[in-house]
């Protein structure tokens, strides 16, 4: 399975600086911060060792560990690069509005979004404004990862990256001690 990792390199502020269609996005370089850490370079690096295949998608895009990387400040995706794949949209502000869009109506298989509930609320307003039903954001995974109490970038990026294997691969995501009968095991003595 490939995984498509939708991120940015540098940050923006509330309002998303881009020009964007269906498969087309223009970034407005000026209006976006310096570089900043991300979790989407690890994400890539854990996810590529395991052995996906990963796009990443970044405009302004550094080294990643990764199959393929689209960079520039104008890019197309088409659908076909989302289509029946897992997504993962860390675009820290940048672009969060189009990738969602994008991943949707692309087809992907499953989206994970690098986001806080506050920010999701701004985001999912536009998305919904934009004309997508709202039964179809339901499968959204807000905030993306699996609750592991993570601290810092690469904890975030072990907890996303989790919890994609949960997904792809058909887990529970509950510990094995409860799933293979630990308890039971126990009383049996």
Not at 53 to 67: H, K, R
Not at 92 to 114: C, F, N, P, Q, R
Request: with cysteine.
């Amino acid at each position: 399975m490939k995984i498509v990792i939708f991120a940015s390199s540098k940050e923006a502020e509330m309002e998303e600086p881009v020009i964007c269609d269906r498969d087309t996005v223009k970034v407005d370089e000026s209006k976006c911060t310096g570089r900043t850490i991300s979790v989407a370079p690890y994400v890539a690096k854990y996810l590529k060792d395991l052995g996906y295949y990963v796009i990443v998608v970044d405009p302004f895009a550094g080294d990643y560990e990764a199959d393929e990387v689209i960079k520039g400040t104008t890019f197309q995706i088409p659908d076909e690069i989302v289509k029946d794949n897992y997504v993962l949209i860390a675009t820290k502000h940048v672009y969060d509005t189009w990738a969602i869009i994008k991943s949707i109506l692309g087809g992907a298989k499953e989206i994970a979004v690098v986001m806080s509930l506050k920010r999701a609320k701004t985001i999912l307003k536009r998305v919904i404004e934009a004309g997508i039903d709202k039964d179809k954001l339901r499968k959204l995974r807000i905030p993306a990862g699996l609750d592991i109490n993570s601290k810092n970038e690469k904890d975030i990026a072990f907890s996303i990256v989790s919890e994609i294997l949960m997904v792809t691969k058909g887990g529970t995501g509950l510990p094995l001690r409860d799933i293979k009968g630990f308890e039971k095991l126990l009383e049996d003595l």
